[in-house]
Each structure stands twice: as C-alpha cells, then as structure tokens.
C-alpha cells in the first residue's frame, strides 16, 4: 500500500472518527482505537502489537483535540482550577502507570479488556444512567486518587478519560458545565503523558513498521487530526438536527457491536 493511499486512508478514518464524535458527543478515543485496529489489520501491522499501537496513537490525537477543548472551556470559564489542580498528580501518574500495565498485557488481552470496557459504556448509555449530583468534595488526596484511577484507566484504554471524569466530578458537586469542562482538561495530561510514555515503553520494538515511534503511528496521526477536527462540527451540526434519545440509541448500539467484535477476535 501506498504511503499516498496510506495517508488518504487515515484522512477518511480521521473524518469519520471526527463526524461521530461531534454526532455523538463523546470523545474521540472510543471510536479511534476500533478504527485504527481495523485499518492497521488492513495494513498488515503485527497482531502482537496492533492494540498497543492503537491505544498509542489515539491518546496522541487527543493531545490536539484536548487541548483545543481545554482552551475553549478555559475562555468560557467553565474549567473550575482548583479541582483540576487537586486532580492532576493523579492523572499524570496514573496515566504513566496505565501504559505500564498495558505494556504487560498481550495485544489480545488488551483488546477484549477495552471490549469490555466499551460494552459497559454503551450500557450506561442505552439505558441513560445519569451521574448522580453531590455536594462534597473530598480533600486532595481523595482527588488524587480519583485522579490516579481516571489517568490509569483512560491511558489504558486510549481515551480522555471524560467517561470517567465527569461523573466524578459531577459527585463532587460540580455543575454539568464545570464538569464537562473540567474533564476536557484532564484529557491533555492523560493524553500528553500517556502518549510520551507509549512512544518510550515501545521505541526500538521489532515488530514497529515504519513511521511510528514507539507506539505511536505518525501517519495515522497526521491524517486523523487534520480531518477529525473540521468533521466533528459536521457531527455537531447533525446532532442538532436528530432526536436525542435516537442518537444516544444509535451510538450505543454501535459501542456494543464494537464491544463485541473485540471480545470475539
């Protein structure tokens, strides 16, 4: 294959993976790694190695998408600092010690954990499980610690860790605004230092192809940053247009067949 035809591919991946998200309004991890894990097969990249290499390259796309988001939710000030701040030792750590213990793992065990993963999440969202609002929030070394568990779990699976981070915060007596906006800057530690660990634990790996370092793929980052982010204010303005609950359906049930691919191969 082509690096030309390569490239194009990723762009198409990026375009798709960015419509999605704005459509669905979840991050982009859950829906990049299926993507990259079908398109490295189609590639012929070592099966030994393809969620690794996945999971790597989808936290280094959210570097751009989170931070991006970060400094919008910060212009409307809905990134509430303290919490975030209470919450970052943990999140960088846990990001770092996420990557460590998939480093571990076979590709193969890595894949049907994240299908479990992604099934308990269209779960949660086919039956419409709201987080329940709470009024305290614990001292910094309970935030830490939730950080720690968001950061591992997020790095682990090559996510944002919004999944996670806004329920959690929303039980810590956040408002929905502070909390989504909170949690998208808790992506970009997650992401950047997840990323950075990734490409260390990876370097020099004999099954690497071409273009990547570590575990993270260049030309598969490339084109999914350029297309995802335009694509995803198509997304956006589709789910506008489309019934909610349908859309919250749609999505879960598309999570679920995922979930399933990944526990069955």
Sequence with gaps: M????????????????????GLFGVGGG????????????????????????????????????ATSSTWGHFRKG?????????????????????VFVADTLSSTVL?????????????????????KPGSMAPGKLGMGIAGGVIGGISALFGIGGGTLAVPWLSRCGATMTQAVGTSAACGLPIALFGALTFIVVGWD??????WASGFVMWPAFLGIVIASVPFAHLGVKLAHVLPARVLRLAFAGLLAIVGIRFLLT
């Design 2 to 21: 082509s690096s030309l035809v390569t490239l194009v591919g990723y762009l198409g991946l990026g375009a798709a993976a960015g419509t999605l998200a």
């Design 30 to 65: 859950l829906i990049i790694v299926p993507a990259l894990v079908f398109a490295f097969t189609l590639q012929g990249v070592a099966p030994e190695i393809i969620m690794h290499l996945a999971v790597g390259t989808s936290l280094a796309t959210i570097v751009v998408t």
């Design 78 to 98: 809905s990134l509430y600092r303290p919490w975030f701040l209470a919450l970052l030792p943990g999140l960088m750590l846990g990001a770092v010690g996420g």
């Design 111 to 131: 894949g049907t954990l994240f299908g479990v993963f992604v099934l308990l999440v269209a779960v949660k969202m086919a039956l419409g499980l709201a987080p």
């Design 205 to 210: 790996h004999p099954l690497l192809p071409d």
